[in-house]
């Protein structure tokens, strides 16, 4: 199982980037995706997640309402659209995946996720 995140970069505050997250060596339709961030010093933290067989997504209070997550099974990618974006959505950005659905209350803890990515660095500068 391989995730691959990209999509990263340095925008201005108020921009915008859109993620992406390809699976490789598994039917992602059966895999709830989620997407963390990691600020310097600080823990990693959950942004958001789509579960698979009910398609719920879940965010973080600060991502509602500026981050859309959204699934492509066929294309085995996950996309995470941020718009809005301000100093403190700086960080690495990484993928994980887990069985079936995200799991509540929301954020789910990092360690429940069984696979990651290797990060896409966010860089938002004010």
């Known amino acids: 199982v391989q995730l691959q995140a990209s999509g990263g970069g340095l925008v201005q505050a108020g921009g915008s980037l859109r993620l992406s997250c390809e699976a490789s060596?598994?039917?992602?339709?059966?895999?709830?995706i989620g997407w963390f961030r990691q600020a310097p010093g600080k823990e990693r933290e959950g942004v958001s997640c789509?579960?698979?067989?009910?398609?719920?997504?879940y965010y973080r209070d600060s991502a509602k309402g500026r981050f859309t997550i959204s699934r492509d099974d066929a294309k085995r990618t996950v996309y995470l659209q941020m718009n809005s974006l301000n100093a403190e959505d700086t960080g690495v950005y990484y993928c994980?995946?887990?069985?079936?659905?995200?799991?509540?209350?929301?954020?789910?803890?990092?360690?429940?996720?069984?696979?990651w990515g290797q990060g896409t660095q966010v860089t938002v500068s004010s």
């Open positions: 060596g598994l039917i992602l339709d059966y895999y709830a």
């Open positions: 994980a995946i887990r069985d079936l659905f995200c799991g509540t209350p929301y954020p789910t803890p990092p360690a429940d996720f069984d696979y």
């Open positions: 789509i579960s698979s067989s009910d398609g719920m997504s």
